[in-house]
């Protein structure tokens, strides 16, 4: 069963404006982390960003927010102020409930395009 | 600064083959992974070690193998490399704890198979 979803393959975005990237996800484990990270071509993962599940407030990075709706199982990652070298792709990831070693389901990443 | 170093950058081999790939970390941390992203896909996670115990996911093939013989580093050793074995590998490194989660990527090996 899928555990990560993100349902865009592809976003653009203006240079300077706002963008979301949606991501949903689950689980029947009430402990869980949710992820973000940043590929660029180059191929390196760049970590952007953790909420944990029992965290009470939406975590927050610089630019980057994460937008939780835990009813909905939904962790959007909210890219503000956007730049050139935002272009990347942006992976979703879940950290499998119950593993010692924090095991990261990844899926199948949203493709940002920050044009000038 | 601290990091996950990967050698090589890009490696070719021959069908057949065997070819090791090399992972370092200088962060110190408990927890080593070995992830294969094929094109346009996302990352699957092959293996980890927590410190010396070796944790293999259930659908990783026998082909791939891996060695850690210290804390710094992880070696994956792909004994007999196919077509499809052709992808990005991608170490990461965790401390293993719920409180600092987050994994640490390396810039990743890209292997072609001729």
């Known amino acids: 069963a899928q555990k990560i979803t993100q349902t865009q393959p592809g976003m653009f975005v203006q240079e300077k404006e706002a963008v979301t990237l949606d991501c949903t996800y689950d689980?029947?484990?009430?402990?869980?982390?949710l992820f973000w990270y940043k590929q660029p071509s180059s191929g390196e993962m760049i970590f952007l960003i953790y909420?944990?599940?029992?965290?009470?407030q939406n975590a927050t990075e610089g630019r980057y927010s994460l937008n939780f709706q835990k009813a909905r199982k939904s962790a959007n990652l909210v890219i503000s102020a956007s730049q050139l070298g935002d272009s990347a792709m942006y992976f979703c990831?879940?950290?499998?409930?119950?593993?010692?070693?924090?095991?990261?389901?990844f899926g199948t990443g949203t493709r940002l395009t920050v044009i000038p | 600064d601290a990091m996950v170093i990967q050698n090589p950058r890009y490696q070719v081999t021959q069908f057949g083959k065997p070819v090791t790939l090399s992972c370092s970390q200088t962060?110190?941390?408990?927890?080593m992974y070995w992830y294969q992203q094929k094109s346009s896909q996302a990352p699957k996670l092959l293996f980890h070690?927590?410190?010396?115990?070796?944790?293999n996911e259930a659908d990783t093939p026998d082909n791939f193998q891996s060695r850690r013989p210290n804390t710094s580093f992880c070696f994956l050793d792909i004994r007999s490399p196919g077509l499809g074995d052709a992808a990005m590998y991608l170490c990461?490194?965790?401390?293993?704890?719920?409180?600092?989660?987050?994994?640490?990527f390396g810039p990743g090996t890209r292997l072609t198979v001729l």
């Open positions: 990831a879940m950290r499998e409930p119950g593993t010692g070693a924090n095991n990261l389901f």
């Open positions: 909420q944990g599940s029992y965290d009470q």
């Open positions: 070690y927590y410190d010396k115990d070796f944790n």
């Open positions: 962060l110190n941390h408990n927890v």
């Open positions: 990461a490194t965790s401390r293993g704890t719920q409180d600092l989660p987050e994994q640490f």
């Open positions: 689980t029947s484990d009430p402990s869980y982390g």
